[in-house]
């Protein structure tokens, strides 16, 4: 027989916290002579909602460093603008974005290309390690050639023509964030496991990375080991959450537009079965446990949304576009959803709703294997 228990899980398209680029600056003809070349980054790509469980909370995407290169046959260079060079400033990652902004590129000639690198030395082909460690920091990376520089119509105080170029990176990667995993008891029965500690979570099935094939707190996409109780038949208690303190375990992958999305696996260890009420049920001796959610759905998704996530009429997402925030708010494991191999539970299928947090607000939902 299949199971299933609904959770929510809702999905907030990123806010957009955008930086108008619709002013007409002038014209954009080609570039004779001596000119002085501004650029200006929009920020669309520039905000990120905050990794814990405040889900209708928006922060901006981490500045580490931003990176400008101008290819020109005279005057090209590049200019490096650190955080950390901002550090003495109210706001130190306003006064970067500022100082960016005030940079004049001056004596150039001839220019083919503007470059900006955020938070990365590189324009393409980040790794996932490379995703898993950015954090927050998102690489971002957008060029324009020079016929797309804009006349602003001023000169600066040498009688130097002005020109503006506008720069619109584009986000790298998506983020799935997982919180609220607890257990449940299945309603009319008591708790199958006699003991049973939770061990933690890892992302598998991540373009780049080779399938794991056993709990490894050492993995590059598990999270810090948790080595804690996770339900006793004989006790009254209510289930704790992990992680604790509205936090929740992130994830940073490449965007997956076709194939196998993500498994999220849930590790358990030290699993004995209640033989009073499940004298039946034989565990192997390893006493190993998983359960793994595989499958994701919006939940009264919009046309739109649809259509950016792949979802036909089930709402089921086939895709994790780049510059969307997944988020599964909360996670309830029955004794059911918890097997004894990598697909979890036998013919089981537990629903969580998920919330996409990419630039509105949409709801979906998870299934467990």
Not at 25 to 50: D, K, Q, W
Not at 159 to 176: D, N, Q
Not at 201 to 223: I, K, P, R, T
Request: charge should be negative.
């Amino acid at each position: 027989m299949k199971l299933r228990s609904f959770i929510m899980f809702s999905a907030a398209a990123l806010a957009f916290a955008a930086c108008s680029n619709e002013e007409d600056f002038g014209t954009s003809a080609a570039i004779e002579g001596e000119a002085t070349i501004r650029v200006n980054i929009a920020e669309p790509a520039l905000s990120r909602a905050i990794p814990v469980a405040d889900y209708t909370t928006s922060e901006e995407v981490t500045l580490n460093s931003i990176k400008l290169v101008l290819t020109a046959q005279q005057g090209g260079t590049d200019k490096v603008f650190n955080l950390a060079d901002f550090a003495e400033e109210e706001n130190p990652r306003q006064a970067m974005l500022e100082a960016v902004k005030e940079f004049q590129f001056t004596g150039v000639r001839n220019p083919s290309k503007m470059e900006v690198f955020i938070n990365t030395e590189k324009s393409s082909g980040w790794t996932p390690e490379e995703f898993v460690n950015a954090g927050l920091a998102e690489p971002l990376y957008d060029s324009e050639v020079a016929t797309k520089f804009v006349n602003k119509g001023d000169k600066d105080e040498d009688g130097i023509t002005e020109y503006e170029v506008a720069l619109e990176p584009e986000h790298t990667m998506a983020r799935l964030e997982f919180g609220g995993i607890k257990h449940v008891d299945t309603a009319g029965k008591k708790c199958m496991f006699n003991t049973i500690k939770i061990d933690g979570v890892m992302l598998d099935g991540v373009a780049g990375v080779a399938e794991a094939e056993a709990w490894d707190v050492n993995n590059l996409m598990s999270s810090p080991a948790i080595n804690e109780d996770f339900a006793k038949y004989n006790e009254e208690i209510q289930s704790p959450v992990w992680p604790a303190n509205n936090q929740c375990y992130a994830f940073n992958i490449a965007p997956v537009t076709s194939g196998e999305l993500p498994t999220l696996k849930v590790c358990f260890s030290n699993i004995s079965i209640n033989t009073t009420d499940y004298a039946g049920t034989i565990w192997p001796t390893n006493g190993f446990g998983y359960a793994t959610v595989k499958n994701y759905k919006l939940d009264e998704a919009s046309a739109a949304y649809k259509e950016a996530f792949g979802a036909g009429d089930d709402n089921v997402i086939t895709k994790f576009p780049a510059g969307y925030i997944y988020k599964v708010e909360s996670l309830e494991i029955p004794d059911e959803a918890i097997g004894q191999g990598w697909q979890g539970g036998e013919d089981v299928h537990i629903y969580a709703v998920v919330t996409v947090k990419a630039w509105t607000i949409a709801t979906g939902s998870v299934e467990w294997n």
